[in-house]
């Protein structure tokens, strides 16, 4: 089965080793046929991890942002000269944009937020899912030639090496660069979103608040407790639509979907949009003075106290330790 | 400015989901007392497409693609003030949403902005907007929160992964919609939900807007099986006083090899 992986400018490093493991996996075992294109600047070794992989630049891309558009055509083109039976693309802004159009332009079954592959007894590769925000699974068939999934990320981070020996080549494909479009012109880009410390996605801890804060003054201890552990601020929706913290900062169904190493959720009470959204946390405390509050049944570890009290101790108890 | 918003109906998570599962017989998901309502992120795109409107005039059509009973959803958006709605009947598996819609905009003489919601509550794959474009050979643009100007010259401010950028578009459009401090859909007042329930509600036939003798119209995956993964966490709670508490949480996070 022929794998192609399409790596856009959005993707770093990390998130073009997910898509080869992600490749690895639905690769039949020792039929690995496996094709990286990369299409934006990426560093000459990324992909390397992915030897055994053909891997691909485009011809002379131009510096600067890429449209969506020029990107459609060129994962369009490489289809056709490479013709494989998957696709693989991130899920993220813009691989969930460019899968739908490029499955209806050619009329593949389209996979959205793959997080994982099932191989039947037949030996035919079926797809896995999350339905209703990570609630429950689904597992796909697909009845068309080409299959288009986007990898859900992080779904694949994990996932056992194979023994990668080191690609040295890298060919070009032969796609003659598209022109820009003319339709949507950037104006003016990246206002920063004021979120603070790390990005929400990437941390490796996040502390998040809720309605259970009582205002939005709560956000300075949980501000001190994510700068000791390097974390992230997050927020629920309740907290969000009471004005108290940026929009951006909302984890959550209708926010960004997170999977720290460690989440802190205080004042939560564990909504199940929110709840969606951090499932997949390595390990989840839950702070909450309710001891009722359906946080409890995600969480590891919980404290039924006051955050107020709770989060000072809990920095200097930390602060100890590494004095 | 003729302005479409393709709408959902989806499981309402706010009254129904304490019992949340699956049906092993049907497939489906099976809630005692499921209430279902507009889709969360649809309700978002209403908003948006309400302030546009009210702010530089234009018309508002809900879309919604369903069986009869769907077009609650529809009440709703009348609720949140559109000015026409339609249901697309559908009577069993047919063309794809976003082909139907196509084809009900097209209907309708085409679109000025078409804008859906981000993803969905129930599938979430977040297809049917970006197909729709291609269905429709318009541009699409992700993520939006707002929407200034006219047709010489849209502006759409645009949530990226870093933060926001303003775009600049001089065609007809398709867009996703995603939620910020600017868009927080307005309830509906008692008033609203009054007139809404007395709004004429257009219905085309689905088999009339895409007949199934096209080509392409099949779905292409199939669904084989949906379960809910079994989860091993139980809580363990930390008791005592305050200082005990803490005490304990910061060992637990220190075993995690993190703070250190």
Redesign the interface.
């Known amino acids: 089965m022929k794998i192609l992986a399409i790596a856009t400018p959005l993707d770093h490093s990390g998130r073009i080793d997910e898509l080869m493991h992600a490749a690895c996996a639905a690769a039949p075992e020792g039929a690995a046929d496996i094709h990286l294109l990369l299409t934006g600047e990426h560093a000459a070794n990324d992909g390397m991890c992915a030897a055994g992989a053909r891997v691909y630049r485009l011809p002379n891309p131009m510096s600067g942002a890429i449209s969506p558009d020029a990107l459609l055509d060129i994962a369009q083109r490489a289809c056709e000269i490479l013709d494989p039976a998957l696709l693989l693309l991130s899920a993220d802004t813009l691989g969930l944009q460019l899968a739908p159009r490029l499955a209806v332009r050619t009329q593949a079954a389209y996979v959205s937020g793959c997080c994982g592959f099932e191989r039947t007894a037949s030996g035919r590769l079926d797809f896995v899912r999350p339905i209703y925000g990570g609630r429950a699974l689904e597992v796909l068939e697909s009845t068309a030639a080409l299959t288009i999934a986007t990898i859900k990320p992080k779904s694949f981070a994990d996932s056992a090496r194979r023994d990668y020996t080191a690609n040295s080549t890298v060919e070009t494909l032969a796609i003659a660069w598209p022109s820009p479009s003319s339709a949507i012109t950037r104006m003016a880009s990246d206002t920063p979103h004021g979120r603070e410390g790390p990005d929400l996605e990437n941390a490796r801890v996040i502390v998040s608040g809720g309605r259970g804060l009582g205002n939005a003054g709560g956000y300075a201890e949980l501000r001190r407790l994510a700068h000791v552990l390097d974390g992230a601020v997050g927020a629920s929706r309740a907290a969000v639509d009471a004005g108290w913290i940026a929009a951006s900062s909302q984890v959550g169904q209708t926010g960004t979907s997170v999977a720290p190493e460690l989440y802190i959720a205080v004042g939560i009470s564990g909504a199940v949009q929110h709840i969606a959204g951090m499932s997949a946390s390595r390990n989840i405390i839950a702070i909450n003075t309710d001891e009722e509050a359906p946080i409890f049944g995600f969480a590891n570890v919980g404290v039924v106290a006051d955050y107020r009290v709770i989060i000072p101790a809990l920095i200097s108890e930390l602060a100890k330790k590494t004095a | 400015m003729r302005l479409f918003v393709c709408i959902k109906q989806a ?1 309402d ?2 009254s129904s ?1 304490k019992d ?1 599962r ?1 049906d092993p017989a049907t497939q489906q ?1 099976a809630v005692s007392f499921a209430r279902h309502r507009i889709d ?2 649809d309700e ?1 795109a209403l908003q948006v497409a309400r302030q546009y409107r009210d702010r530089t005039g234009g018309e508002i059509r809900a879309l919604t693609v369903g069986a009869e009973e769907t077009d609650d959803v529809l009440r709703h958006a009348h609720a949140m003030n559109v000015d026409q709605s339609t249901l697309i009947e559908t009577t069993g598996q047919q063309a794809s949403t ?1 082909q139907l819609l196509a084809a009900a905009i097209t209907h309708y003489g085409g679109a000025s902005i078409v804008l859906c919601g ?1 993803t969905s ?11 729709l ?3 429709l050979g318009l ?5 939006i929160v707002h929407i200034e100007g006219d047709e010489h010259a849209w ?1 759409c401010r645009c ?13 007809p ?1 398709v867009a ?1 919609v ?4 600017s868009n ?1 859909p307005r309830a509906p007042t008692m008033k609203d939900v009054m007139r809404a329930h007395r709004a004429k509600i257009d219905v085309l036939a689905a088999a009339t807007l895409c007949p199934a003798s096209g080509s ?1 119209l ?12 079994e ?1 091993s ?7 005592g006083a ?2 005990e ?6 060992l ?3 075993s ?1 090899s ?3």
Do not use: M
């Open positions: 499981l998570w706010n989901t949340f699956i998901v969360q992120f978002i976003a981000r509550s129930d599938n979430g794959t977040g297809q049917t907007g970006p197909a474009a291609e269905h541009p699409f643009i992700a993520n502006l949530e990226t992964p870093t933060g926001y950028e303003l775009l600049k578009v001089n065609s459009f996703s995603t939620n910020a401090a927080v392409g099949a779905q292409n995956t199939r669904v084989t099986r949906r379960y809910i993964p989860t966490r139980s809580c363990r709670r930390f008791d305050p200082h508490q803490a005490n304990a949480l910061a637990y996070i220190r995690l993190i703070g250190a």
